[in-house]
């Protein structure tokens, strides 16, 4: 089946210790995100890309940082995590540019910072 | 900009009841509504959608219809399982950066009893 997998699901990693999370996905959409989701909250976006054109949220971290290598692939670097970046993040694709095509999201990173 | 105002939860109800999560939006134009649903541990899933006024969108016994001159998409289901109890979130379609993001409203929690 064709789908969005992240790598891993669970995470651990030290304050200050730069982590990387991965996404890649099969349904060879031009689209991909990825969000911030705390609990009980609203996923929050961090950026995306349309093809290789970046999108940066405004309110995004300078910490956070991605790369898109490829149309399959996509990363997450978080340069010097904080105890603030303890969260689930999710990694979502979609067929663009067509405001009708829903999202396809991953199960999710589980980030824990120690 | 855009907005998507979901009732707050959690929402609690016994099995076999009637089920409403209410969703309204503002928005310029005519964007396209989704709801999405979160298993816990899990990323969202597309439940149902509608990309244009009075079109109903159906899955799984879920239905919304979308409502023009209310500015709403509320969700609705007959008789829920316990098997439902999830996280619902409701979103419409944002243009941005040439393609278009999703605005999601905080989710609502619903939890059903046996």
């Known amino acids: 089946d064709a789908m969005v997998i992240q790598n891993p699901r669970y995470q651990v990693t030290q304050f200050g210790k730069p982590v990387t999370l991965s996404c890649s996905q099969t349904?060879?959409?031009?689209?991909m995100y990825w969000y911030q989701q705390k609990s009980s909250q609203a996923p929050k976006l961090l950026f995306h890309?349309?093809?290789?054109?970046?999108?940066n949220e405004a309110d995004t971290p300078d910490n956070f940082q991605s790369r898109r290598p490829n149309t399959s692939f996509c990363f997450l670097d978080i340069r010097s995590p904080g105890l603030g970046d303890a969260a689930m993040y999710l990694c979502?694709?979609?067929?663009?540019?067509?405001?009708?095509?829903?999202?396809?999201f991953g199960d999710g990173t589980r980030l824990s910072i120690l | 900009g855009n907005s998507v105002t979901q009732m707050e939860g959690p929402v609690t109800l016994s099995e076999e009841a009637f089920l409403t999560i209410n969703c309204t939006y503002t928005?310029?134009?005519?964007?396209?509504l989704f709801w999405y649903v979160q298993y816990p541990g899990e990323g969202l899933q597309l439940l149902l959608k509608?990309?244009?006024?009075?079109d109903k969108g159906s899955n799984k016994g879920f239905e919304a219809t979308y409502r023009k001159e209310t500015t709403s998409f509320h969700l609705e289901k007959g008789s829920v399982q316990v098997s439902d109890s999830a996280v619902y979130f409701c979103?419409?379609?944002?243009?941005?950066?040439?393609?278009?993001?999703?605005?999601f409203g905080r989710g609502t929690s619903l939890i059903v009893h046996p």
């Open positions: 979103a419409l379609s944002t243009p941005s950066g040439g393609s278009y993001i999703p605005t």
């Open positions: 928005a310029t134009g005519y964007p396209s």
């Open positions: 979502a694709t979609s067929r663009g540019p067509d405001p009708n095509q829903p999202q396809h």
């Open positions: 509608a990309t244009k006024a009075d």
């Open positions: 890309y349309y093809d290789k054109d970046f999108n």
């Open positions: 349904l060879n959409h031009n689209v």
